[in-house]
């Protein structure tokens, strides 16, 4: 029942979110991606590998602008803009506890590949009590930047892990240089 409540209050969770051809697009993206999947390298080793938005079928991230804007946010503007990208993390591989950027309007992640994986971890606000969102492919959760869930991911696999990610992003709060 607690479980329950927090959860609730941390995110809100997603089932079978993408149309089926949508989702198989992401699928073959994250399994057969080769040149359109780059690594990131800003930790000092390769953590985290993504096909960008450029990589991604425009349908997709239209079809993730349609759900927010049900919801009443604005995905597209003078005032934000969203964004979409694939993230594959490397084997044995652990991302501390964190919160999102504050420019970050809204958060969706959308677990795609494998069948079976490790869930995102969520905490309280003192980073306590881990609560793991069960892995299923095509489900996952989103929040609003003021949830603000502390959260970490890890990859205990022998493949990568692969996600769904798309953000609203405020552009009064990026600051560039």
Same mark, same amino acid.
């Given at each position: ?11 809100? +969770? ?6 089926? $051809? ?12 080769? !040149? ?25 991230? %239209? ?10 946010? *604005? ?18 591989? $652990?991302? +501390?506890?964190?919160? !999102? ?5 809204? *958060? ?7 069948? #079976?994986? !490790?869930? *995102?971890?969520?905490?309280?606000? %003192? +980073?306590?009590?881990?609560? $793991? %969102?069960?892995? +299923? ?8 930047? #003021? ?27 990026? *600051?560039?240089?």
């Amino acid at each position: 029942m607690i479980r329950q409540w927090l959860m609730g209050m941390l995110y809100h +969770k997603i089932e079978s979110f993408f149309p089926q $051809e949508l989702y198989f697009e992401l699928q073959n993206l994250a399994i057969h991606g080769n !040149d359109s999947v780059y690594m990131d390298r800003s930790a000092g080793r390769a953590l985290d590998s993504y096909a960008g938005p450029d990589n991604i079928n425009p349908t997709i991230n %239209d079809y993730c602008n349609n759900y927010f804007t049900d919801l009443g946010y *604005t995905p597209n503007g003078a005032e934000r803009f969203s964004q979409c990208r694939l993230q594959g993390t490397v084997p044995q591989t $652990e991302y +501390k506890v964190h919160q !999102d950027a504050q420019f970050k309007e809204v *958060t969706l992640l959308i677990y795609i590949h494998p069948i #079976e994986a !490790d869930g *995102t971890i969520f905490y309280d606000e %003192d +980073k306590k009590y881990p609560i $793991e %969102d069960t892995w +299923k492919p095509n489900s996952g959760y989103w929040f609003n930047r #003021e949830q603000a869930p502390y959260h970490s991911y890890r990859n205990t696999l022998t493949c990568q892990r692969w996600v769904f990610m798309y953000n609203i992003l405020d552009r009064s709060m990026i *600051t560039i240089g």
